[in-house]
């Protein structure tokens, strides 16, 4: 690519919280048409940086050009009005909205009476922006009855309704399919050769040779290097990343198999689940693929008592057990790391401490009152342990990075001491160092004679670290492969409903 002049500089970018630097004179230059990946850690700073650019969160030092203009961009109207638009790892929509109104909100196009919405118009050029993104969603449509995929290509068309010249995006892909993310890649690189910058934050490696064109690399809340990504290899960003050699991506461990403690026979939901079967034993890690709309997160909340069923029966150490509330479920040793782990996993006003705790507070209190003391200990041993990234353990979680949240939730069902621990895409979100530890963590747990049922949509991760793998489609176990067997192909084969060989 001929090098192209700059269109966004960010020229010694500092900011502190109370007890922590997050980024100290960070640098950061962009070209015009370009897409520029920005890696790093969870609570390397990539976000905070991203924050500050749109107008979210100001620096303390630091000065940002665009197109050869100071901007201060005080706020998110301001960015936008420089021509910056960004998409947030976590959904920015309101649910109750429809579809065009979240892509037009505060920019409604205004009726000829004063005072009222043009609609018409607001819902024709919503449809505009999702034909562009190719994308079939009514315009009229209620955000809160789209799936996760749709949800996040309306954050797509909302964010390129401001014609930005300067487009974040943080984790795009995270929620959507193979032909999505297909799709969105043709959509980038119609913006890039527009001559749209593009910041794009991803934690999939895979993803920087199809669109990248540079790389920047974030450690620790300041700027490490800067590469082209045609002459930078893979090995050399990850220790760029880490400030360590990671030789093994997926360092599996065998534990041989022990007595079955999870045992799902017939499990039904009418029209989601299909009579389920599966096993769990000690020291076993049971990897669960399909495509998005398989069922697997149904079949992981079903089995945890959160959603109800129609049929089926659930034996646990060999007993017969009615698990019909997840209160039922941890009683009996289950534990389940939601795939949300924001709204489902975490009490985003609690610290770090009372999550760790959430799920076994009746270890730490007598006659109804906690022993903070208790509590703390704890914490602080199983922060310690997974390599919680936190000023101190009052730190609200809801000030954390995603990957040191999803660092929490683990400690959640490690404190509870579950046996039996369903991970619902563990290390979604996550960049490649955590994941090393989360897996390593998985590893430990089965050395310990637990039982880990592990749904990824990541199949370098399903084949790496699972003993046995299940596939789903459409709500019925499709096929069944033992780690010696099962390749990328039988694996696709079974998902997409063709029967195993």
């Not at 200990?377 to 000030?399: C, F, G």
Request: hydrophobic share 45%.
């Amino acid at each position: 690519m001929n090098e192209r002049p700059a269109l966004l500089q960010m020229q010694g970018i500092t900011k502190r919280y109370p007890g922590v630097v997050a980024l100290e004179e960070v640098d950061l230059e962009v070209r015009r048409g370009e897409v520029h990946f920005l890696l790093g850690e969870n609570g390397a700073g990539k976000s905070t940086l991203m924050k500050i650019l749109a107008g979210a969160v100001q620096r303390d030092a630091g000065t940002i050009i665009i197109d050869g203009c100071i901007s201060e961009l005080r706020s998110p109207r301001e960015a936008n009005d420089a021509g910056v638009s960004i998409i947030y790892q976590e959904f920015n929509l309101v649910p109750h909205l429809t579809v065009a109104e979240n892509i037009f909100l505060g920019r409604e196009p205004a009726a000829r009476l004063p005072g009222l919405i043009d609609r018409a118009r607001m819902e024709q050029e919503a449809q505009q922006r999702l034909t562009e993104l190719g994308v079939v969603i009514r315009p009229d449509a209620v955000v809160d009855d789209l799936g996760v995929a749709e949800q996040q290509m309306v954050e797509v068309a909302k964010a390129l309704s401001i014609d930005a010249k300067i487009l974040i995006m943080d984790e795009p892909t995270s929620a959507l399919t193979n032909q999505e993310i297909t799709r969105l890649f043709h959509v980038i690189r119609t913006l890039r050769d527009r001559g749209v910058a593009i910041i794009y934050i991803s934690h999939r490696m895979e993803e920087l040779h199809r669109i990248g064109d540079r790389v920047t690399v974030m450690r620790d809340g300041r700027h490490i290097a800067t590469r082209e990504l045609t002459s930078t290899h893979l090995n050399e960003l990850i220790t760029l990343m880490v400030g360590r050699a990671l030789t093994e991506h997926f360092p599996k461990v065998a534990v041989p198999a022990g007595e079955e403690l999870l045992r799902v026979e017939g499990l039904k939901r009418t029209g989601v689940l299909h009579g389920i079967s599966l096993t769990l034993h000690r020291g076993e890690v049971v990897g669960l693929a399909g495509l998005m709309g398989s069922g697997r997160t149904e079949l992981a909340r079903a089995i945890f008592g959160a959603d109800p069923v129609d049929g089926g029966r659930i034996w646990v150490r060999g007993k017969e057990a009615k698990l019909d509330s997840p209160r039922a479920a941890i009683a009996l040793g289950l534990g389940f790391l939601t795939e949300d782990r924001k709204r489902q996993g975490l009490v985003l006003g609690l610290d770090v401490t009372a999550n760790t705790c959430l799920a076994n507070l009746d270890r730490f209190s007598a006659a109804g009152i906690v022993s903070p003391g208790q509590e703390m200990a704890v914490a602080k041993k199983l922060t310690a342990d997974l390599r919680v990234k936190t000023p101190d353990l009052h730190q609200l979680v809801v000030n954390l990075s995603g990957g040191n949240q999803q660092k929490v939730v683990l400690a959640k069902w490690l404190c509870r001491e579950a046996e039996i621990l369903i991970f619902d895409e563990p290390t979604r979100g996550i960049d490649v160092g955590s994941k090393v530890e989360i897996y390593q963590l998985i590893n430990r747990l089965a050395a310990e004679g637990k039982a880990v049922l592990m749904i990824s949509s990541e199949m370098p991760e399903i084949l790496g670290m699972s003993d046995r793998i299940l596939v789903m489609h459409r709500g019925s176990i499709a096929g069944e492969f033992s780690a010696a067997e099962a390749t990328q192909e039988k694996i696709l084969h079974c998902a997409v409903g063709a029967k195993a060989a």
